[in-house]
Every structure is written in C-alpha cells, then in structure tokens.
C-alpha cells in the first residue's frame, strides 16, 4: 500500500484468505521454528514486540484513514503471547477499529494448551474469532520426523480447548510428509485427527523443498522417499475417504496442490472422491490444474 503507515520486518506471511487484512506483526518469527519442512522464518529470530509499538501502530493505521473489517495477528505463532498480553492488543484494536468484524491469528495447539479455558473464553470475548493451525498430520510418527513439537493427543487436547471456548479453527494437513514410507498411516491419522476436532475449515498443502530435497532430507529424522504427483493425489484420497466430518469447509486449492478440490465435508465427499479417483484411473488425461467444486 502507498503511504501505509507500517514498515514490516520481512519476510511477512499470512494465510490466502486474509489477502484484505490488516496484518499487524505482533511478533516476529516463530517461537518454535524447528520443522523440518518449513523455512519461512529461518531468516530472523523470534521477538515479541511491545505493547507500546503495537499501540502506536494501531493508531497509525487508524489515523491513516485506511478501513479494514479483519486483522490478522502476525508473525508465526503470535498466540504464544500470554493472555494478558493479547487481551490487551485485542481490546485496543476493537477500540480502535469499529467496523472490524474478524481478528485472526497463527497457532500453535500447544499455545492453546497452555492456557486456561477461561483465559481462551476471555481472548474470544475480547474478538478473537480464527485461529489458522498447521497440524501438518495427526501421525506421531510423522510429527516426531519433522521435529514439529506436537503429538496426536497435545494437538487434539489445545484445539479441542480452543473450540470449547469458542474459537473457529482452521486447520491445515500437509499432503506428502511422510513420503511413501508413511504416507497411509499419514493419512488414516491425520484423518483422525481432523475427526476428533471438527474444525469449522480444513485444509490440504503439499509439502515443498525451497532450499532442496537434500537439505529437506538432512533435517527429517527418518528415511524419506518422494511421492509422485499421482501418488500425492492417491494419499489425499485416503484422507477424504476416511474423514467423517459434521460441516467443514474443505480447500485443497493452494499453489502447490496439483488436483484443486473445494466442498463441505461430509456433504461432497463423495464428490470430491469421485474427482480423484477419476484422475487416478485415466492419470494420462487428467487435468491437474482443474477446479472442482461443490457446496459453496
């Protein structure tokens, strides 16, 4: 934006959907940054930044005259904060901004665990309405090869907290990150684990190498071997067949997924599994770029 009153410590990331956000950077990195898989905030390290700066942001940007009806809380793991310290940012952002009607933010299950029910009902009251979680499998195994930090039980104990306090959860599964090695019990768990949490949307990435497979290799802690496209698309269909979801929003849609389905879980599931296992019958006809979507 011309003119916009804040300078960001790059590199910024947000989720797709909060393209028209204001996106206020209330930390910096990635408290955990340790994934195998993820590279996005190795160039800096993580920083909490002052309720004082925060403060003075918001009404720079209030000032501005720019309006925005959502904020997105940045950077990797903003809900790491203490709730003291996020209650307080939410509360001036609503004072500040009458016209907002969402504030969002990255989460970790763990920082959702680490708080108290009373302590997540609280942050909801004060307008935190979304919190975006990369659970990336519901496979301990899977979890324990990345070094993500988290299990099958503390993923589903933080977000079912979240949930009961009232917090919408959006919850991505990295499509691939078991390789062929693990790539059913990746899916039958991750399908568990989305089963047992009921997210109001879910999500599918496949996993990607910025700096190489080599490099990708050398962090994970087992042997690793690539899926094919075909192969990708095989182990999304695992996923959907064994989801048993009551109203889920589901995309598979990102930049890196090469079959772009979009439905409501359960109610185009079928759908949705008919779309790929067409293209695994007829793989030299397909086309992996086309849209299929239902529900929405």
Not at 11 to 36: D, H, M, V
Request: proline fraction near 3%; aromatic fraction near 10%; charge should be neutral.
């Amino acid at each position: 934006m011309y003119n916009f009153p804040i300078q960001y410590e790059q590199p910024l990331f947000r989720p797709p959907s909060e393209a028209r956000s204001l996106i206020l950077q209330i930390t910096s990195g990635c408290s955990w940054n340790n994934c195998a898989f993820c590279e996005m905030y190795t160039s800096k390290s993580f920083e909490v930044k002052s309720f004082d700066d925060v403060q003075k942001e918001i009404e720079q940007v209030a000032d501005s005259g720019f309006v925005f009806n959502k904020v997105f809380l940045a950077d990797g793991d903003a809900m790491v904060l203490s709730a003291k310290k996020l209650n307080k940012i939410l509360h001036e952002i609503k004072n500040k901004f009458r016209k907002v009607r969402r504030i969002s933010v990255y989460a970790r299950p763990s920082d959702f665990a680490k708080k108290s029910l009373s302590e997540l009902k609280e942050l909801k009251s004060a307008g935190l309405d979304l919190a975006y979680v990369g659970a990336e499998s519901g496979d301990d195994e899977v979890l324990r090869n990345i070094n993500k930090g988290e299990t099958f039980n503390s993923t589903t104990e933080g977000l079912l907290k979240a949930k009961e306090a009232g917090i919408k959860l959006s919850v991505m599964i990295l499509n691939g990150l078991g390789g062929s090695e693990l790539s059913r019990q990746h899916a039958l768990n991750s399908a568990k684990l989305i089963n047992e949490i009921q997210p109001e949307y879910v999500s599918t990435l496949v996993l990607s190498m910025p700096l190489g497979e080599t490099h990708f290799k050398n962090r994970y802690a087992g042997k690793f071997t690539m899926l094919s496209k075909f192969e990708l698309i095989e182990e999304l269909g695992i996923f959907l067949k064994h989801t048993e979801l009551n109203q889920s929003v589901f995309r598979s849609d990102h930049a890196s997924n090469y079959l772009i389905l979009k439905g409501i879980l359960s109610k185009d599931k079928d759908f949705l599994i008919s779309k790929i296992d067409a293209v695994l019958k007829h793989p030299q006809s397909a086309n992996l770029r086309e849209e299929f979507e239902r529900g929405l």
